[in-house]
């Protein structure tokens, strides 16, 4: 593909509800990352993918974020019971390989009320 | 761990000014360092990168030189313009394949 993609652009939802972020990675990039950036804060690490599996899930902020990968592809941010301070950018990236230059997506703007 | 720290903003400037954001770092190791961008209301860009000491990446007309005497990274531009306008972030990778950013520095170019 052209480029990292993500969806939905913009989320809004009420505190308590459950959402769901979508990262389309550069076709043939085996890692992608999901970082979050606060408003006024720089980013902050979340998760990587090599391939399907996630080595490392220590930058989950708390047990109501998961993140899962299939098919070596697509990628999908769980949050539950959302809270007032989840609110941020979530950014996903992709490399060819762990160490190679990370591409962005454009980000979801998540707004918890 | 490794970490980064950049000059905080905002960096106000007029056009044609020269730029220096500085940008070191701690590391063990010596990872590949990067500056992104981040233009008004679009997504994070790679600006550059030096993947080894001494190294300079350039783009732009920006350049950055991997210093391994001095851990650092500081960006530079010899004279900027209004399209410069943008948040810069210096970033490095830890061992584990995380981007380590900095804060972020907020550069303001007037005509």
């Known amino acids: 593909g052209a480029g990292v993609s993500q969806s939905p652009s913009n989320k809004v939802t009420e505190k308590g509800k459950d959402v769901e972020l979508r990262c389309d990675p550069i076709?043939?990039?085996?890692?992608l990352y999901w970082y979050r950036q606060r408003l006024g804060q720089g980013l902050e690490f979340l998760i990587y993918?090599?391939?399907?599996?996630?080595?490392?899930k220590s930058g989950l902020p708390s047990d109501r974020f998961s993140a899962e990968r299939t098919g070596e592809s697509v990628s999908t941010l769980t949050i539950q019971r959302t809270q007032q301070e989840d609110s941020a950018v979530y950014l996903c990236?992709?490399?060819?390989?762990?160490?190679?230059?990370?591409?962005f997506g454009p980000g979801t703007r998540l707004l918890v009320l | 761990g490794n970490s980064v720290t950049q000059m905080e903003g905002p960096v106000t400037l007029s056009e044609e000014a020269f730029l220096t954001i500085n940008c070191t770092y701690t590391?063990?190791?010596?990872?590949?360092l990067f500056w992104y961008v981040q233009y008004p209301g679009e997504g994070l860009q790679l600006l550059l990168k030096?993947?080894?000491?001494?190294d300079k990446g350039s783009n732009k007309g920006f350049e950055a030189t991997y210093r391994k005497e001095t851990t650092s990274f500081h960006l530079e531009k010899g004279s900027v313009q209004v399209s410069d306008s943008a948040v810069y972030f210096c970033?490095?990778?830890?061992?584990?394949?995380?981007?380590?950013f900095g804060q972020g520095t907020e550069l303001s170019v007037k005509p």
């Open positions: 993918f090599q391939g399907n599996s996630a080595p490392d």
């Open positions: 076709s043939g990039h085996t890692a």
């Open positions: 990236a992709s490399s060819l390989a762990m160490g190679e230059t990370q591409y």
């Open positions: 590391a063990t190791g010596y990872p590949s």
């Open positions: 970033a490095n990778y830890n061992q584990g394949g995380k981007l380590i």
């Open positions: 030096a993947t080894k000491a001494d």
